[in-house]
């Protein structure tokens, strides 16, 4: 019994060292190597230039939000003159299309608007719209979230490094922080927000997100429609080309985060497996040299596939050593309720249980073969306008 329990000990202390020390360990060494560093840009072109630009907006019933989407690109702190916008609608089944057409008529931005007979999917609207594209760079953003004024314009400036081949932008939570799906949510931002900044800062991040991603015109051509995970996706791409795919941290967007439980969980899933989706298409990079494909993605493949199938076994590990071993059991229970009870740790360990269940049950759809190439879009985020959702502090 002794042996059994000391060896289960062992195999414990490995399981703990890699699900709970590695991503410690990587978050922290991000932190302090590279998070306050500089983007280590090479600029041979002009700061100032302010290049011709199409916004590329898919959509699939969002005539609540359309015009307020099309009125922010709009009121962007970029040359009005040098930005049109293009909407590729899926088949939506409501107004989308009409409210689209009356800003652009009425004066609001400059664009059109392209329609689907019937809803395809996210990808066959973007690659519909990059071919329409006129604009020495295109920008891809969503129908419902809005951008900080000097998002577009931050965003141009990191392309006069000519390696630079994908920028992407940080999600900043206007937040009602009653609501502990919220709090937990802005948590896990927090934490990946930094991620993304320092992995983009030595070299790039695999994981982009589609409110706001900008690349020139003609280096990035065509989504490929049989998975989803589009931005991640096309961040990748560029990396194999041998371009730098950035998160920039002054191109700021604003989404709001839907409050209930049910809705975080099944959002998160979905963007979760599209990840997934994504990094498994582009596994290839891992056999190149450079600190992308030997350090930042390899990592993130960890992070994302593997320690969530990890995060049962080491559940399993620890409550039965806890029924074999009072002592593990004490500690374990004294443990848990430390990381629970103090909020310094409470944030990352709920952020970790939460990641892991959602990581999880994204495997166990891809693994079924549910890839959710349409999904039902989160309602209560275009109910209310999303100035009218208080600004997060801190
Ligand atoms: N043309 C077209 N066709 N557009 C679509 C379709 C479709 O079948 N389905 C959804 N869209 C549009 C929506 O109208 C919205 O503008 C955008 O795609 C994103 O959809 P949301 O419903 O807002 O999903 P999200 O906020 O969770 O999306 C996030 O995850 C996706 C991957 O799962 C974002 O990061 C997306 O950029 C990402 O693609
Ligand atoms: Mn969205």
């Known amino acids: 019994m002794i042996l059994l329990t000391a060896l289960l000990f062992a195999i414990w202390v490995v399981l703990a060292g890699v699900h709970l020390g590695l991503p410690l360990f990587y978050f922290t060494w991000m932190k302090r190597r590279a998070y306050g560093k500089s983007y280590g840009l090479n600029v041979v072109g002009d700061f100032s230039y302010l290049p011709s630009l199409t916004v590329i907006v898919p959509t699939y019933n969002e005539a609540t939000v359309i015009s307020r989407k099309l009125r922010d690109?709009?009121?962007?702190?970029?040359?009005k003159d040098r930005l049109d916008v293009i909407v590729v609608d899926g088949g939506s089944t409501?107004?989308?299309?009409?409210?689209?057409?009356?800003?652009i008529k009425s004066g609001v931005v400059k664009g059109e608007v392209f329609e689907?007979?019937?809803?395809?999917?996210?990808?066959?609207?973007?690659?519909?719209g990059l071919k329409h594209a006129t604009g020495e760079m295109?920008?891809?953003?969503?129908a419902e979230c809005e951008w900080d004024r000097d998002a577009?314009?931050?965003?141009?400036?990191?392309?006069?490094?000519?390696?630079?081949?994908?920028?992407?932008?940080?999600?900043?939570?206007?937040l009602d922080r009653k609501a502990l799906s919220v709090r937990v949510e802005d948590s896990y931002r927090s934490v990946y927000r930094m991620l993304r900044i320092a992995e983009s800062k030595i070299h790039s991040t695999p994981v982009a997100e589609?409110?706001?991603?900008?690349f020139r015109r003609g280096q990035f051509t065509e989504f490929d429609t049989s998975i989803g995970g589009d931005d991640t996706c096309a961040a990748l791409c560029m990396v194999e080309k041998g371009f730098r795919s950035i998160s920039a941290e002054d191109v700021i967007f604003y989404e709001p985060t839907p409050s209930s439980w049910k809705a975080r969980f099944s959002q998160k899933v979905r963007r979760g497996q599209h990840v997934v989706q994504a990094f498994l298409k582009h596994r290839s990079l891992l056999r190149k040299k450079g600190i992308f494909s030997r350090v930042i993605f390899p990592m993130e493949i960890f992070l994302y596939i593997i320690n969530p199938l990890l995060f049962p076994v080491f559940l399993a590990t620890t409550f039965f050593l806890a029924i074999i071993s009072l002592?593990?059991?004490?500690?374990?229970g004294i443990a848990t309720l430390v990381a629970f009870l103090i909020p310094p740790l409470s944030k990352p360990a709920l952020t970790h249980i939460t990641n892991n269940l959602t990581m999880l049950m994204a495997l166990v759809k891809e693994v079924k073969g549910e890839k959710q190439l349409v999904w039902t879009k989160i309602e209560e985020?275009?109910?209310?306008?999303?100035?009218?959702?208080?600004?997060?502090?801190?």
């Open 73 to 79: 690109i709009a009121q962007a702190n970029y040359p």
């Open 116 to 128: 689907e007979a019937e809803r395809q999917g996210k990808t066959v609207g973007l690659n519909r």
């Open 138 to 142: 295109v920008c891809f953003s969503d």
């Open 381 to 394: 985020n275009r109910s209310k306008p999303l100035a009218e959702i208080p600004v997060a502090t801190g």
């Open 152 to 174: 577009l314009r931050n965003a141009v400036k990191y392309f006069s490094d000519p390696m630079i081949g994908s920028v992407s932008g940080i999600h900043e939570t206007r």
């Open 327 to 332: 002592p593990f059991a004490v500690f374990v």
């Open 94 to 103: 409501d107004e989308t299309v009409e409210e689209a057409w009356k800003s």
């Open 210 to 214: 589609g409110e706001i991603q900008l």
